[in-house]
């Protein structure tokens, strides 16, 4: 297995009396890209703050096995000095536009062929031909071995991205999987247009299938379940298929579902 470019250990933080990181570990694994998912205000950023130096909290970070401190960050140093930002980069970046935030934030992530690269929100306030771009250099990257750790709440350009999920609520992981796994976890329909749709959903409700209430037959598919058996059922009660989908519920449906069900 491949040895690990960042690794977080326990990593705490409050501000006052409020929790806002609750015991944090995780690690991400050279090559791979790793992302960080969570509501609003479950801590993704401030993650990202400690992991940059930037903010001082209880725990462990390493970066390819030396140890980060607050305020001291070799990466962040070494490009803060090749761009002569010293004399701002301490001031705060909401007086910058965001096109000036987006600009700025990537163009710093990738200086000096870095082996780690971390993106908050890096889709935000791109335009369609922007976000493509910016996805297909990152896929390159990638196969050239650099390692990602990326926080969204575009689920859906994530979902093309990441090879690892870090999932968490209120300050902390509830959940650490791979993409692939997470998604077999989905669950998946089937959707026929048949010459007779309202005798269709009725011969699939005789036979066992769950039909779900829609102007269109969508079935569940159970695991057990075949598209071949839900045609076969169709085409043996003399209904005629003029088109099949398969349809699958998306990244950002099944994160909704895990937190809901983790925070029941």
């Not at 761009?83 to 701002?88: A, G, P, S």
């Not at 009725?202 to 057990?224: E, F, M, S």
């Not at 379940?225 to 099944?254: K, P």
Request: charged share 20%; proline share 2%; net charge negative.
């Amino acid at each position: 297995m491949a040895d690990a470019i960042l690794t977080v250990k326990h990593l705490n933080k409050s501000y006052g009396h409020q929790p806002v990181l609750r015991d944090v570990s995780f690690e991400c694994t050279q090559g791979r890209i790793v992302g960080l998912v969570g509501a609003n205000g479950a801590g993704k950023t401030t993650i990202m703050k400690a992991i940059l130096g930037l903010l001082s909290t209880d725990g462990e970070i390493q970066i390819a096995g030396e140890s980060m401190q607050f305020d001291h960050h070799p990466i962040l140093a070494a490009v803060v000095s090749a761009l002569n930002m010293t004399d701002y980069i301490h001031q705060k970046a909401r007086h910058y536009s965001l096109g000036m935030k987006q600009k700025l934030g990537v163009a710093l992530a990738f200086l000096n062929q870095p082996q780690l690269v971390i993106l908050d929100e890096p889709m935000n306030g791109l335009d369609p031909q922007g976000t493509k771009e910016l996805r297909d250099f990152i896929l390159k990257q990638k196969q050239a071995g650099v390692t990602f750790l990326i926080s969204s709440h575009i689920l859906s350009e994530l979902q093309k991205l990441a090879d690892d999920l870090v999932i968490i609520d209120h300050g902390k992981i509830i959940e650490k999987t791979t993409m692939t796994a997470l998604l077999t976890t989905t669950d998946h329909f089937v959707i026929v247009k048949t010459d007779h749709d309202g005798q269709a959903k009725a011969v699939l409700v005789a036979a066992g299938y769950q039909v779900v209430a829609d102007t269109v037959v969508k079935v569940h598919l159970a695991p057990d379940h075949q598209v071949a058996d839900v045609l076969h059922v169709l085409t043996s009660h003399g209904l005629t298929v003029r088109d099949v989908r398969h349809e699958a519920a998306d990244l950002e449906s099944t994160i909704l579902k895990l937190l809901a069900t983790t925070s029941a």
